[in-house]
């Protein structure tokens, strides 16, 4: 598996990009700002898009996607989320309103897009020996993170999370964990800021990170614009043993 970061910031603004990976070349993981730098060549190879929850900075180029490669596939696009992320998607976007529903077009037997409902700890074969599996987030909307395996090795992308005590027990059965990607949205002075909206600071990072149990290459992803550095230098401070790196948007992880 070849995973290729689009965008992992929390913002936009010059070269910044919101979360989107392309994962080989036929799945997206979120559908942030970032996917706008693929070639529509590169568009129209994109069958799975597997969303972590609902909120725009992750699902942003989803209506674009469709419209501008929907009618040269031969085959719907597939969005992949929980019900409840499905279901905001039904009503505040493709709605007709803010944007027409794919789901009905051409017409609801021939869509050009189609929903996929997942849930937590169930796996899904993406052929190949590929597997991806939601894993629990915990954000102020319903939210997962996933896990993807290759077979040879794992990673694990937490989505947008505060404090999960959920997640480390199954990512700690994960005996091929190679990578971890996980948030730290904010730095540790506006940690109540990080706590209301369910977010990451360094320090609650470094309490997430004591639970986990495998070896693993971590990355940070999801900083605030204007912030990265004081972010790092504080996540090295407090959470420097675990060796934590900054996620870098067209960095690739093969596994």
């Known amino acids: 598996m070849k995973l290729r970061v689009l965008g992992c910031s929390g913002g936009i603004g010059g070269s910044l990009r919101t979360t989107s990976f392309v994962l080989d ?6 559908a942030g700002t970032g996917v706008g ?3 529509i060549e590169d568009l129209r190879e994109i ?14 180029s989803l209506p674009f ?14 969005v992949h989320a929980l019900p409840e992320t ?42 190949g020996g590929r597997s991806i599996t939601p894993l629990p987030a915990n954000h102020v909307v319903p939210a997962v993170g996933y896990h993807l395996d290759s077979g040879r090795a794992s990673l694990v992308f937490t989505g947008d999370t505060t404090i999960n005590d959920a997640l480390w027990p ?12 996980i948030e730290t949205a904010f730095r540790n002075r506006e940690h109540e800021l990080a706590r209301a909206s369910k977010h990451l600071s360094p320090n609650m990072l470094a309490d997430e ?12 992803t999801h900083l605030k614009p204007g912030e990265y550095e004081v972010i790092m230098e504080e996540i090295q401070s407090c959470a420097g043993k675990f ?13």
């Open 170 to 181: 199954l990512v700690n059965e994960i005996r091929n964990l190679r990578y971890l990607i």
């Open 37 to 39: 730098d693929l070639t």
């Open 209 to 220: 990170l004591e639970k986990l149990e495998r070896p693993a290459e971590i990355y940070i």
């Open 47 to 60: 069958d799975h898009v597997f969303l972590t929850h609902s909120h725009l900075d992750h699902v942003t």
């Open 86 to 127: 499905i279901q905001v998607l039904k009503e505040h976007l493709f709605n007709w309103k803010l944007w027409p529903d794919f789901a009905q077009i051409p017409d609801a037997v021939n869509p050009w897009m189609h929903y996929l409902p997942v849930v937590v700890g169930e796996r899904i074969d993406l052929g």
């Open 243 to 255: 060796n934590p790196q900054m996620l870098l948007t067209f960095q690739q992880f093969d596994f």
């Open 65 to 78: 996607l469709v419209d501008t490669v929907g009618w040269m596939r031969d085959k719907p696009l597939t």
């Open 25 to 30: 070349n036929d799945v997206l993981l979120d």
